[in-house]
């Protein structure tokens, strides 16, 4: 239980600095888009839901927005003529990148005194607290 009460304030603080350091009107679900696509490439809108474990009818918005700023595009799918990748524009790539480079900095400063092992740990009670909600997870 003292994970989760840490879990809960720390997002949303973590999601205040994101907004603040963020370029103006990038919020925290666009840049959660466009961090998902730097990572795995061009992915579909419900594919994107799944792997947040938020909603399509979210990730949607999120993408919409998004493509008005010029930072995602969608492309035809090969697997699935209904189902359009969306996929980073040049601004896309240049945007995310700059964020994360910013995020990646404080948190460099934030881990100054923390192991490599300390992170592990963390990272492996978090994943597994995740996975033993996995099932709870109503439809994407």
């Known amino acids: 239980m003292a994970v989760f009460a840490l879990v809960g304030p720390l ?4 999601q205040r600095q994101i907004e603040q350091d963020a370029p103006p009107g990038l919020s925290v679900g666009v840049r ?3 961090a998902l696509l730097h990572e795995h490439g061009p992915m579909t809108v419900p594919h994107m839901g799944r792997e947040q474990s938020i909603s399509r009818q979210f990730v949607q918005r999120m993408v919409n927005d998004a493509a008005t700023d010029g ?6 799918n090969p697997a699935h003529a209904r189902s359009s990748l969306i996929r980073l524009t040049g601004a896309g790539h240049t945007t995310i990148e700059g964020v ?5 900095a404080l948190l460099r400063e934030a881990a100054d005194d923390l192991t490599v ?5 963390c990272v492996r009670v978090l994943s597994r607290m995740l996975t033993l909600f996995e099932d709870s997870d109503g439809p994407a």
């Open 11 to 14: 997002y949303r603080r973590v």
């Open 32 to 34: 959660a888009v466009l």
């Open 71 to 76: 930072l995602v595009e969608a492309v035809p």
């Open 100 to 104: 994360l480079a910013r995020e990646h």
């Open 117 to 121: 092992a300390d992170v592990d740990a």
